[in-house]
């Protein structure tokens, strides 16, 4: 089993920054894919931006240019840089890794999500 917990959320005003962070532990063989996706009230989860185990890396439209998704391969770990952060970026986050157990099962695992509440 693979866990996932998140870190950074907070309030902050337009044009300022937050730091997400999430680490995986548990039955751990590999990570592939690890990403943050967000949901708002009324509207669905949505993608914000995943990184690969070679570092390539996606974004939102919404977010280019603003966000930066990095992480640590020694350490399990996957992190968010928001800045020049907007009101339409308040949202749950949540994130996702994508890998392989000790005993090489395919396994998705989502975090218990961070609350980012920018205000106007």
């Known amino acids: 089993q693979v866990q996932l917990v998140e870190s950074g959320g907070g309030l902050v005003q337009a044009g300022g920054s937050l730091r997400l962070s999430c680490a995986a532990s548990?039955?751990?063989?590999?990570?592939?894919?690890m990403g943050w996706y967000r949901q708002a009230p009324g509207k669905q989860r949505e993608l914000v931006a995943t990184?690969?185990?070679?570092?390539?890396?996606k974004y939102a439209d919404s977010v280019k240019g603003r966000f930066t998704i990095s992480r640590d391969n020694v350490k399990n770990m996957v992190y968010l840089q928001m800045n020049s952060l907007k009101p339409e970026d308040t949202a749950v986050y949540y994130c996702?890794?994508?890998?392989?157990?000790?005993?090489?099962?395919?396994?998705?695992?989502w975090g218990q999500g961070t609350q980012v509440t920018v205000s106007s």
């Open positions: 990184i690969t185990n070679r570092r390539s890396t």
């Open positions: 996702n890794t994508e890998g392989k157990t000790s005993t090489l099962a395919d396994f998705t695992s």
């Open positions: 548990g039955s751990i063989f590999s990570i592939n894919t």
